[in-house]
């Protein structure tokens, strides 16, 4: 069987579309479809139901692309590094949150560049958790953090941690409201609060409102900035509450930067996935980073 059209197939199973995998292989559309033809008639069955957008994998094209990814992934990384004699560095791929990624799990995986044994290179992308298990699941990665676990059977994922969700506000907010003071849905009376966020439509602060009050936060979002690092600096001058990881915000909630506005009996959790593609662990790098992260994680909890 011909490698380069197992190629192209395992590109439009992770891919999903054929215009999605052509780009990623630097293929026209009609040469990708022509190779995936080529396949089915070589295998006599076909792998994927075309669709208004996109294929989806029949159980043969499923179960082939089980049993061949791993392979040649396998082989890609070979070719990447090369038969030597073992001296040249290995490239890990990392993707993930930039705010966790950058305050967890980078400091943890630095110190595998450079031990004594086998260092590997590192290169890290950022993104949400939709565009790490995307790059992931094209090849573009080696190693995913994510807050959502993967579906299917060509991803593998392993709970990495539990962060802790914190109501936070600048002091001076506290002289202005009464946080003692409660509404009808037993939520402190907060609707004077600007909120900051990430996002216009509000995930950590909708979140947190749904888990521990059962209901919907009233104030829009006054600052919108995509990075929970920012988000925390505006909160700590004053531009109002935010709902931030426990971990991110620790020191300014020591220093006073911040005050906790409200402490629920049990606080809102999110859950880090650790995700790789189903096979790769037998990639000695990868293999290392991902034990190493398990194991630094433990005491992140």
Known sequence: MDLALLRTFVTVHRAGSFTRAAALLGLSQPAVTAQIRTLERQLGRPLFLRQARGVTPTTIGDELAHKAAPHLDALVEIAGTGLDDGSSLRTLHLAGPPEFTAERALPALTELTGEDGQPFALRVSFGNAEEALEGLAAGHHDLAISTARPRGALLTATALCDEEHVLVAAPRWTDEIDTGKLDHHGAPALEQVPVVEVHESLPFVSRYWAAVFDSRPAAPGTVIVPDLRAVLA????????????????????????????????????????????????????????????????????
């Open 234 to 301: 505006c909160t700590a001058a004053g531009a109002g509450l935010a709902v931030l990881p426990r971990y991110l915000c620790a020191e300014a909630l020591q220093r006073g930067d911040v005050v906790a506005l409200h402490e629920p009996a049990v606080p809102p959790l999110r859950t880090y996935f650790l995700v790789v593609r189903t096979g790769t662990l037998a990639m000695p790098h990868i293999a290392r980073a991902h034990e190493w992260l398990q194991r630094a994680a433990a005491d992140w909890c």
